[in-house]
């Protein structure tokens, strides 16, 4: 996602190069597969053939990352840097991220590791680093930065351009890298020896998104903050602005969201009705969301073009398209998340949760009645329920869109998931869980 602090040349380049230098690669559906488009100068749309099923992937300048099913972390595209050499012992991993030249994770313990370019510090101090040589500035020769003393373990991460975030497991956000434009945080905020600003003034926080030169977070209220440049309004409106020293801004006018993401000078945000809202630069369009777009799950940012997934699976791209990056292919099968490098879109493939569930409360003497939105190309679907917080246990199969479960005891309040599976591309995460009850 996000972001290049030299993107008046990288755009130069998109137009020289979009007729031998963009490619798409959709390989066969399947379970949680990668697919990619756009521009291709570096290979960071050749998706491996030996794959595998992911969990998320990410793109950066002109690399991209993903983590597989096992937990194990793969990157290809440009590796001038190193920012594709993945360090040999750096495990199980929880989520990946990638900046322009820089690649970080973070371990099952939540440690984050970065590799790549270090140049403005993006990756960490030079006390952090491990593997490479004396004064490595990035990971051509092997070198890794292990952020164990400066972070403790994290949550969450996102790469900016060349800056990093990171939400601690307390909730509270930390960043280091360049911060010209205070992307990371102002000079009260940076304490000890390794270079972190810590984002106290936020409060606790649920997700982050680094953009080219500015930052966003998603407060624990559901109101977005935003900090660092703001030269096409990408932070927000001067009476958004928090008055003291934390210079940020908190975008209560856009109401309660529930998805952020960050791109080159531009914001996306998907709102607790679905609506997807779009603010900051507009000069590709990127800002114009599709009237026809609806019940949206996921959002992503590019360097001037923005994604939207549906809740049917459906992938929907606008804005900057140089290179074919909001051309989503016509072969490309339903979906279950989406992500954006400078230039190009990626999609992981797979059968979408179904939505839309109710269940019966107290209206039948023997029975709950679930129903739910039916997901296309599903052959079947696996209902779950479960009590007072317990693992969800499997109840039952059907091929419709409705179950009927005799088994539950009366007046007991239970909660009802459903997963839906299809012959070509799998099985579905569980839904969101909905309540029912019998008399």
Same mark, same amino acid.
């Given at each position: 996602? $996000? ?10 380049? =998109? ?24 521009? *291709? ?24 990352? @993903? ?7 793969? !990157? ?7 920012? #594709? ?51 490595? /500035? ?8 292990? $952020? ?29 890298? /360049? ?19 810590? +984002? ?38 001067? *009476?958004?602005?928090? !008055?003291? =020293?934390?210079? /940020? ?37 990127? #800002? ?7 019940? #949206?799950?996921? %959002? ?22 140089? =290179? ?40 039948? %003497? ?42 539950? @005891?009366? +007046?007991?309040?239970?909660? /009802?998931?459903?997963?839906? =599976? ?18």
């Amino acid at each position: 996602m $996000k972001r290049n602090a030299n993107w008046q040349i990288q755009v130069l380049i =998109s137009f020289a190069m979009v007729f031998i230098c963009t490619a798409s690669t959709v390989n066969a559906r399947g379970e949680n597969t990668v697919a990619a488009w756009g521009y *291709n100068g570096f290979g960071q749309t050749n998706v491996p053939v030996n794959l595998g099923a992911c969990k998320q992937v990410d793109g950066g300048g002109n690399q991209t990352v @993903a983590l597989r099913n096992d937990n194990s972390v793969i !990157a290809w595209g440009n590796n001038q840097q190193g920012q #594709c050499n993945v360090p040999l012992n750096l495990g199980p991993c929880t989520q990946v991220t990638a900046g322009t030249n820089h690649t970080a994770a973070i371990r099952q313990n939540g440690i984050v590791v970065a590799w790549g370019d270090n140049s403005l510090g993006q990756c960490g101090n030079n006390l952090e680093r491990v593997g490479g040589r004396t004064n490595d /500035y990035n990971s051509v020769n092997g070198a890794a930065w292990v $952020k164990t003393k400066s972070l403790g373990p994290c949550k969450l991460i996102s790469a900016g351009a060349n800056h990093t975030l990171a939400i601690r497991q307390n909730g509270i956000v930390a960043a280091w890298g /360049y911060n010209i434009y205070g992307q990371c945080g102002v000079p009260a905020e940076n304490t000890g020896y390794f270079g972190i600003w810590t +984002k106290s003034a936020l409060g606790t926080c649920t997700q982050i998104a680094g953009g080219a030169n500015f930052s966003l977070a998603l407060q624990t209220s559901g109101f977005i903050a935003a900090w660092g440049f703001n030269g096409s309004g990408q932070c927000g409106p001067a *009476n958004e602005r928090v !008055a003291g =020293s934390g210079m /940020y801004w908190v975008r209560k006018s856009l109401g309660y969201c529930k998805q952020i993401s960050a791109g080159g000078d531009h914001a996306l945000a998907l709102r607790a009705d679905g609506k997807v809202i779009a603010w900051g630069s507009n000069t590709y369009g990127q #800002c114009n969301v599709p009237q026809t777009i609806f019940n #949206c799950v996921q %959002t992503a940012a590019g360097f001037g073009n923005s994604l939207a997934l549906q809740s049917d699976g459906l992938v929907v791209a606008w804005g900057l398209n140089t =290179s074919g990056q909001s051309t989503v292919p016509t072969n490309l099968g339903t979906c279950v998340s989406v992500a954006s490098g400078d230039y190009f879109s990626l999609a992981i493939q797979g059968t979408p949760p179904p939505t839309n569930l109710t269940a019966s409360n107290g209206s039948f %003497t023997n029975q709950v009645a679930v129903r739910w939105g039916g997901v296309a190309g599903a052959s079947s679907y696996f209902v779950f329920r479960a009590v007072n917080g317990s693992a969800a246990i499997h109840i039952g199969t059907t091929t419709s869109n409705t179950f009927t479960d005799f088994t539950g @005891a009366s +007046k007991t309040k239970y909660t /009802y998931f459903v997963k839906a =599976s299809s012959m070509e591309a799998g099985t579905s995460a569980l839904s969101f869980g909905v309540t029912g009850w019998r008399k």
